[in-house]
């Protein structure tokens, strides 16, 4: 069992940034390979960004290579999600979710735990 909890979220203009964190408890962080992912109301949740438990890999949605950045310390606990040149189209709750498998981490159904999320508003 892990228990997700995400902060950092918040109104930003666009082109600004924002770091959010998610704080992991319970079992063990670093078993688990982690994700970012985002959801608009009446939409389906959507990629971000994940980082493997093993060698630190990461990958990217395409809408957000070269402008967020994922990582983690296992040592804390903690994910992270640096936001870059933020645009109104990445307004959306944002949520940390954790991974056992490795594998398909672009699909949220592959995920064991999630957080409760956290609202991510960028004004034109």
């Known amino acids: 069992q892990v228990h997700l909890v995400e902060s950092g979220g918040g109104l930003v203009q666009a082109g600004g940034s924002l770091r959010l964190s998610c704080a992991a408890s319970?079992?063990?962080?670093?078993?688990?390979?982690m994700g970012w992912f985002r959801q608009v109301l009446g939409k389906e949740r959507e990629f971000v960004a994940a980082i493997r438990r093993i060698g630190g890999v990461t990958n990217y949605a395409d809408s957000v290579k070269d402008r967020f950045t994922i990582s983690r310390d296992n040592a804390k606990g903690t994910l992270y999600l640096q936001m870059n040149s933020l645009k109104p189209d990445d307004t959306a709750v944002y949520y940390c979710a954790a991974n056992p498998s490795g594998f398909f981490l672009d699909r949220p159904g592959k995920y064991d735990f999630w957080g409760q999320g956290t609202q991510v508003t960028v004004s034109s």
């Open positions: 319970g079992r063990t962080f670093s078993t688990y390979s």
